[in-house]
């Protein structure tokens, strides 16, 4: 089998003829893997990991100049603005500040600059997906949660939606209305060549959800049933990202339509493999599952062994698994376990 039929087999519930194996990594952890192989590029580091990558594709950019500032920031789109924030062990994106931190009522945000589906250059879509044809190709990465929180900061984002629930939906609104533009029309550029499409927002804490049911399904259910109806209209699959304790919330994101469920944070209450297979496996493909918290990076090789065994036989039970770890691998990763970890994979994942 070709990597992308690998992939499609698991997520159409076919039997493929080994579990398939993802890669998410930083761009430290890349560069080190890399260096370790010899290879110069992602896709001969994917052939030599056995990984059957999927990959992304989308349009260019091309709307009004973004800005950046002499301290290293810059701004988004959405006129968030980020920066690069070093840790020990590497560095990561973070928004620094929230253009719409002081919104008050809904008629606030029509003195906004919202962006355009406009501002994107759609043409290039098809033949970026011809490049990539022997992977799967996700198209569109679709947040609600997760620009709210980067507009007006994750504290006014949970408060709106208890105490300005008008203000709430208008933001929501507003986000799910581009959203829905924009992927009409990458949809549309790459239609029969795109295979699924990414949601996610993080919902889940470690031992529960981050918001309550009743509050998902009033603010983030009709967004989520209207772009997912969109990519089940051009014949998608849809990839749903949450992390943390978020079993309370499965059946709901089944109803609504999503087909893959990553990262499987298997540390957080409720997320127990066996369980969750057992339970939602005959609707669901999953997709993670190896631990990133304290296994990859502070664990032994025969533990990421272990583990890994574990979930091939728990998550992987007549397919439906998609094996990778449940974040990007962290710098402080040893390499010994990430070999490991899809060594061991693609020896014992075997299904003939």
């Known amino acids: 089998m070709t990597s992308r039929e690998r992939v499609l087999a698991v997520i159409n519930g076919d039997l493929p003829d080994r579990v398939p194996l993802d890669y998410w990594g930083t761009q430290e952890v890349t560069e080190i893997l890399l260096k370790h192989f010899g290879v110069g590029s992602s896709q001969e580091l994917w052939k030599a990991l056995h990984i059957d990558k999927i990959t992304s594709v989308g349009p260019k950019y091309v709307g009004p100049k973004l800005k950046s500032y002499p301290d290293g920031s810059w701004e988004d789109m959405w006129g968030c603005r980020h920066r690069w924030q070093e840790y020990p062990t590497g560095r990561y994106d973070e928004v620094a500040y929230n253009p719409l931190s002081d919104v008050e009522t809904p008629a606030d945000l029509e003195k906004y600059r919202w962006p355009s589906a406009d501002w994107f250059d759609f043409s290039g879509v098809s033949a970026d997906c011809e490049e990539l044809k022997g992977y799967a190709t996700t198209a569109g990465s679709i947040y ?11 504290e006014k984002h949970l408060s709106d939606l208890a105490l300005n629930p008008e203000l709430a939906r208008a933001i929501i609104d507003r986000l799910t209305n581009f959203q829905v533009e924009y992927l009409s029309r990458l949809f549309e550029a790459g239609a029969g060549k795109i295979d699924m499409t990414y949601i996610g927002d993080d919902f889940g804490m470690q031992d529960r959800l981050l918001v309550s049911l009743p509050m998902w399904h009033e603010f983030f259910a009709p967004s989520y049933r209207r772009v997912i109806s969109l990519a089940k209209d051009y014949g998608l699959k849809v990839f749903c990202h949450s992390d943390g304790s978020i ?16 990262p499987i944070q298997t540390k957080c209450v409720g997320m127990v493999p066996e369980e ?77």
């Open 276 to 352: 969750l297979k057992e339970e939602f496996g005959d609707r669901l493909s999953f997709h993670g599952g190896v631990d990133n918290q304290e296994l990859m990076p502070f664990g032994t090789p025969g533990e990421v062994e272990k583990e890994v065994l574990h979930l091939i036989g728990a998550l992987g039970r007549g397919g439906g698994y998609i094996l990778a770890p449940c974040h990007n691998l962290q710098p402080v990763t040893p390499l010994e376990n990430i070999l490991t970890m899809y060594e061991t994979a693609y020896e014992e994942g075997k299904y003939s």
């Open 144 to 154: 609600f949660s997760y620009y709210y929180a980067w507009l007006t900061g994750m």
């Open 247 to 262: 079993r309370e919330l499965i059946p709901d994101l089944i109803e609504v339509g999503i087909d893959i469920l990553n």
